[in-house]
């Protein structure tokens, strides 16, 4: 019943933007913490951003001041505006939703990330 479907991936050239979007049904997202996770080749899986329910967000040092996490209730959907981005941000990125207490967590199926001049 729970669907997180991503969308916005592709393939850029390093210093260009994307927007991923993270739309949520079955759940309301304002009453979970949200997250965009990716999964480069190689390497495990790395939280990149996060928004608590109350609005509070936090970022990897990785992408601190070029990626942006934010929500629009109305549309229960989560985006990620990804700036100025380069090739180490080529991946699978992930939406979550989760409420720790509670023992939930879902996940959407990922969406490619490609930077490559």
């Known amino acids: 019943q729970v669907q997180l479907v991503e969308s916005g991936g592709g393939v850029v050239q390093p210093g260009e933007t994307l927007r991923l979007s993270c739309e949520a049904s079955?759940?309301?997202?304002?009453?979970?913490?949200m997250a965009w996770y990716r999964q480069a080749p190689g390497k495990q899986r790395e939280l990149v951003a996060r928004?608590?329910?109350?609005?509070?967000?936090s970022y990897s040092d990785s992408v601190w001041g070029r990626f942006f996490i934010s929500r629009d209730g109305a549309k229960n959907t989560v985006y990620m505006r990804m700036t100025n981005l380069n090739p180490e941000d080529t991946g699978i990125y992930f939406c979550s939703a989760e409420r720790p207490g509670f023992g939930d967590s879902y996940w959407g199926q990922g969406i490619q990330v490609t930077v490559a001049s």
């Open positions: 928004m608590i329910s109350n609005g509070g967000t």
């Open positions: 079955g759940i309301i997202i304002g009453l979970y913490t």
